[in-house]
């Protein structure tokens, strides 16, 4: 596809449930971010990869949180034990590096309602 | 005090008005910066790329940054009801490294 895709859009989850975030970056973007979007408020940075490395996860608020991106594409945010705290809009975000500007491209987010 | 600060609004215009959206920031390393769109319920869009000091011009949007005042802006000319929404003021010190976000400016054009 032309963007950054996200699924599931909405994501209705009970305390404690595990989930489980899908991201399809733009094809040929090196670079994958994961951001949190807490409702009123701008994002945050949760976790950063170029290509298959996770080179900064120092955003992410627990241990509860992990994600991964084996293959340098297809990138998953799990969240293990959900608390009602974790209710946000998770944001995937694209980059070219090299040869671009390095702006970052998002997609629609991922809707997480934890009750 | 967090590293991007940005007035949250609502801010309120007439169609046609001249909007300033401003943030102020703490870190020097900063370089790189942007203003996304953010629709509700939509994901932010970026509008406005800025490397360094200077001015950028797309359109009706100008982008302004002030290094030595750590102070970036944006500006909309004739705004139109399209234009209602959140803006975001992002940054980086390096192309391509993770962006510290403002809390974002709810722009509200009223026909």
């Known amino acids: 596809g032309a963007g950054v895709s996200q699924s599931p859009r909405y994501k209705v989850a009970k305390r404690g449930q595990d989930v489980a975030l899908r991201c399809d970056p733009i094809s040929g973007h090196v670079s994958l971010f994961w951001y949190q979007q807490a409702l009123g408020q701008g994002p945050e940075f949760l976790t950063y990869f170029q290509n298959e490395a996770q080179l900064d996860k120092s955003g992410l608020p627990s241990d509860r949180f992990f994600a991964e991106r084996p293959e340098g594409s297809v990138s998953t945010l799990k969240i293990q034990r959900t608390q009602q705290e974790d209710s946000a809009v998770y944001l995937c975000a694209s980059s070219l590096v090299l040869g671009g500007t390095g702006a970052l491209f998002f997609g629609e987010g991922s809707r997480l309602t934890v009750l | 005090q967090k590293e991007v600060e940005q007035d949250p609004g609502p801010l309120s215009v007439p169609e046609g008005a001249i909007v300033s959206l401003n943030c102020t920031y703490s870190n020097s390393a900063f370089q790189y910066f942007m203003w996304y769109r953010q629709y509700s319920r939509k994901g932010p869009e970026l509008l406005m790329y800025?490397?360094?000091?200077g001015n950028k011009e797309d359109g009706r949007f100008t982008a302004q940054v002030d290094k030595s005042s750590k102070y970036i802006s944006l500006f909309i000319r004739d705004s139109q009801p399209s234009d209602s929404a959140t803006y975001l003021c992002a940054m980086s010190d390096g192309a391509g490294n993770m962006l510290t976000f403002g809390g974002g400016t709810r722009l509200m054009v009223k026909p």
């Open positions: 800025t490397y360094s000091s």
